[in-house]
């Protein structure tokens, strides 16, 4: 139940109310009238159009959006280690350039530095462990560097140099690495397509055929069931792989 929950809420986080029930009703629109010409079940096609129309809802709109504030967000962060970078270089202490930092970058990273300067304030220590939750790998390294400076010292252009190369080279990895799975996965979508609309070319080419077919009743329900699911499934499978743009340095 709290799983359902929390990827509700998700998706009102990156839609307005009313971009969720016009995204799932036009989809369902399209599941159901597709699965209606194909079946001529109107339970069946009402059932499994609401339930897919739901479930492509978040694998495909979801889920994306997801992705694209994700890839925003590490720019983000790019940001914010270069322009940190660039006070350090100039001599500032640690938290003057978080202070000023803070200014450049979007809502969200300017909280999760407010958190470490508070921190830093009130327990003199360097915390940036809440910045993990973004999984960027190159960012943690820049902030074990970062912890070596506060209690070390050290030149900042040295220390900071590679590191701040390497999250602009992992960004620049997922990038590409996004770009060519989309190219990927339009010539798949391509195909799918052309398998999905099958029943629906058989359906006007070959009308008396298919109508001997639905009125196998139950057994001709399940096969377009089945075909239908595996259909999901595979879309399910496809934009997975399309959205894992991880990369590993």
């Known amino acids: 139940m709290n799983k359902k929950t929390s990827v509700w809420k998700e998706a009102k986080l990156l839609f307005s109310g009313w971009g969720i029930t016009s995204l799932i009703s036009l989809l369902m629109l399209i599941n159901v ?34 992705l694209r504030q994700n890839q925003k967000r590490l720019n ?34 300017h909280s999760d530095i407010q958190k470490t300067i508070d921190i830093l304030k ?44 390497s999250m602009n080279f992992e960004i620049s990895k997922r990038d590409d690495l996004y770009r060519k799975k989309k190219n990927s996965a339009i010539q798949v979508y391509m195909l799918l397509g052309l398998v999905i609309s099958m029943p629906l ?31 999901l499934i595979n879309i399910k499978q496809m934009q997975k792989t399309l959205n894992d743009v991880s990369v590993r340095l």
């Open 201 to 231: 070319i058989l359906f006007v080419t070959t009308r008396n055929l298919y109508e001997q077919f639905l009125s196998m009743q139950l057994g001709s329900l399940i096969i377009l069931s089945v075909f239908y699911i595996v259909v």
């Open 76 to 109: 983000e962060l790019l940001k914010y280690a270069t322009n940190l970078t660039f006070f350090l270089q100039s001599g500032k202490n640690i938290l003057y350039s978080l202070e000023e930092t803070k200014q450049s970058v979007d809502s969200i990273i």
């Open 122 to 165: 009130d327990k003199a220590r360097l915390d940036t462990t809440h910045f993990e939750k973004y999984n960027f790998p190159a960012l943690n390294q820049f902030h074990q560097i970062l912890n070596i400076k506060y209690e070390k010292g050290g030149n900042a252009r040295d220390m900071f140099k590679t590191v701040v190369k």
């Open 33 to 66: 009238g597709y699965l209606y010409i194909v079946t001529r079940n109107t339970v069946l096609s009402c059932t499994l159009g609401i339930i897919g129309s739901v479930v492509l809802f978040f694998v495909l709109f979801v889920e994306t959006k997801k």
